[in-house]
C-alpha cells in the first residue's frame, strides 16, 4: 500500500519555523520526485517546492525562496521542508506528493493527507 505520511505542521508565531516531514513508504521512494503543496482556505492549492528523484534539484516558489528549504534522505525515505521566517500567508495545509517523472509533471502519482500549518501575526 501506497502512503505518503506528512507531519511536523503546528502553530507558530510570524517569524518562526517549522520542519515538515513527509514519510513515504510502498513505492520505490528513490525514483519519485517529492514536491510540497499547500492549500489555504478559499484559494486553489499551489506548488511550494520541490526535489528531483535524478540530481536531487530543487524548485521553490517564489513567495518561500530564501526561507524554506526542502532535502531528502533517501535511506528514511522521508523528504523534509524546514521552513524559516514563516508569515501569516503561509498557513495552509501542507501536502506533499510523489511523482515518477519530474517536480514539473502536471500531475502527481500519489499524495498524502496534509498537515496543518498556521502562522499567527
Known amino acids: 500500500e501506497v502512503q505518503l505520511v506528512e507531519s511536523g505542521g503546528g502553530l507558530v508565531q510570524a517569524g518562526g519555523s517549522l520542519r515538515l516531514s513527509c514519510a513515504a513508504s510502498g513505492f520505490t521512494f528513490d525514483d519519485y520526485a517529492i514536491g510540497w503543496f499547500r492549500q489555504a482556505p478559499g484559494k486553489e492549492r499551489e506548488g511550494v517546492s520541490c526535489i528531483s528523484s535524478s540530481d536531487g534539484s530543487t524548485y521553490y516558489a517564489d513567495s518561500v525562496k530564501g526561507r524554506f528549504t526542502i532535502s531528502r534522505d533517501n535511506a528514511k525515505n522521508t523528504v523534509y521542508l524546514q521552513m524559516n521566517s514563516l508569515k501569516p500567508e503561509d498557513t495552509a495545509v501542507y501536502y506533499c506528493?510523489?511523482?515518477?517523472?519530474?517536480?514539473?509533471?502536471?500531475?502527481?502519482?500519489?499524495w498524502g493527507q496534509g498537515t496543518q500549518v498556521t502562522v499567527s501575526s
Open positions: 506528493a510523489a511523482d515518477l517523472f519530474s517536480c514539473l509533471s502536471r500531475t502527481y502519482d500519489y
